[in-house]
């Protein structure tokens, strides 16, 4: 059994209350949940307005399929309009 963790740091430009920041976070967390097999929360900096930190979670039989899974959440994320990627990290272990 291979688990996989990957941590997406987001930039909200936009976002000026918690309720913005909400919206943004439950877009994204609807779409990566409805296409994949994953779990994902909002894992740090739930005080600040314009920053969203997401952990994602993903178990499987091999550390290929996890890294592709990953790349297909991190593409999906990079098409939101509303916000952008600033860093993210993949940990297999």
């Given at each position: 059994?291979?688990?996989?963790?990957c941590r997406i740091i987001l930039s909200i430009p936009e976002s000026f209350s918690l309720k913005e920041k909400r919206?943004?976070?439950?877009?994204?967390?609807?779409?990566?949940?409805?296409?994949?097999?994953?779990?994902?929360?909002?894992?740090?900096?739930?005080?600040i307005l314009n920053q969203l930190v997401l952990g994602i979670s993903c178990v499987s039989t091999d550390s290929n399929h996890i890294y592709k899974v990953f790349s297909e959440v991190i593409s999906l994320v990079e098409k939101e309009k509303d916000s952008y990627i600033v860093d993210y990290e993949i940990d297999i272990f």
């Open positions: 059994m291979v688990v996989g963790v919206r943004v976070k439950q877009s994204i967390t609807e779409k990566v949940r409805s296409r994949f097999n994953v779990s994902i929360a909002e894992i740090e900096s739930q005080d």
